[in-house]
């Protein structure tokens, strides 16, 4: 009698954990691996798709300006926003590319070209990449296919640094306050 109740119950255990298994490590249809992050928060670009190649012009071996991104479904109660690019496959550690934070709330993205100043109109703040300049500095690997992540976070306040700070102060100032974060992810190789 004991067997005939914990056989169908440990039955049901096992296909309740499949079918959650199952669900999160695919995506749903016509979504992109990388781009979607906590509350359904979304960032993209049209310069290039989740996990494909970054084209040349966004990187050292061109033009060297940002990429466009947008995102979509902030969610409420966002105060700020910020966003850090980096490269984890670099040979002296995860290489900081971009940091940029204290943007509106309402923004929906930005631009191609973002100018390399410290504070923009809009009162968004650039950071110190790992090259030590304000602003974007793109892919430029050593050697072999790097991965690039295009990180966006949702804040529940501003951060209110001063324009320049570093990704360990960012990343201090943003701890306990990350309402959700997406990230998109492109690769780049020199030829």
């Given at each position: 009698m004991?067997?005939?109740?914990?056989?169908?119950?440990?039955?049901?255990?096992?296909a309740?954990?499949?079918?959650g298994?199952?669900?999160?490590?695919?995506?749903?249809?016509g979504e992109i691996?990388?781009?979607?992050?906590?509350m359904?928060?979304?960032?993209?670009?049209t310069a290039?798709q989740?996990?494909?190649?970054?084209?040349?012009?966004?990187?050292?071996d061109?033009?060297?300006?940002?990429p466009p991104?947008?995102w979509?479904?902030?969610p409420e109660?966002?105060?700020?926003l910020?966003l850090?690019?980096d490269?984890?496959?670099a040979?002296?550690g995860?290489w900081?590319?971009w940091?940029?934070?204290d943007?509106?709330a309402?923004?929906?993205?930005?631009?191609e070209?973002?100018?390399?100043?410290?504070?923009?109109?809009?009162?968004s703040?650039?950071?110190?990449?790992n090259?030590?300049?304000?602003g974007?500095?793109?892919?430029?690997?050593?050697?072999g296919?790097?991965r690039?992540f295009?990180?966006?976070?949702?804040?529940d306040s501003k951060?209110g640094?001063p324009a320049?700070?570093?990704?360990?102060?960012v990343?201090?100032?943003?701890?306990?306050?990350i309402?959700a974060?997406a990230?998109?992810?492109?690769k780049?190789?020199?030829?």
């Amino acid at each position: 009698m004991r067997t005939e109740v914990l056989l169908p119950a440990l039955f049901l255990v096992l296909a309740v954990i499949g079918c959650g298994a199952g669900e999160s490590a695919s995506p749903t249809a016509g979504e992109i691996p990388g781009e979607v992050g906590a509350m359904g928060m979304r960032i993209t670009s049209t310069a290039f798709q989740g996990n494909d190649t970054i084209p040349a012009k966004y990187t050292c071996d061109g033009q060297d300006v940002s990429p466009p991104v947008q995102w979509e479904s902030v969610p409420e109660g966002t105060k700020s926003l910020a966003l850090i690019a980096d490269d984890p496959d670099a040979p002296v550690g995860t290489w900081v590319h971009w940091i940029i934070y204290d943007m509106p709330a309402d923004a929906t993205g930005l631009p191609e070209g973002v100018e390399d100043d410290g504070e923009r109109a809009d009162g968004s703040r650039q950071g110190k990449n790992n090259w030590n300049r304000l602003g974007y500095g793109g892919p430029c690997p050593p050697g072999g296919t790097h991965r690039y992540f295009f990180k966006l976070y949702a804040l529940d306040s501003k951060l209110g640094l001063p324009a320049g700070a570093g990704v360990k102060q960012v990343m201090d100032a943003m701890e306990g306050h990350i309402l959700a974060q997406a990230e998109l992810m492109g690769k780049y190789a020199r030829k």
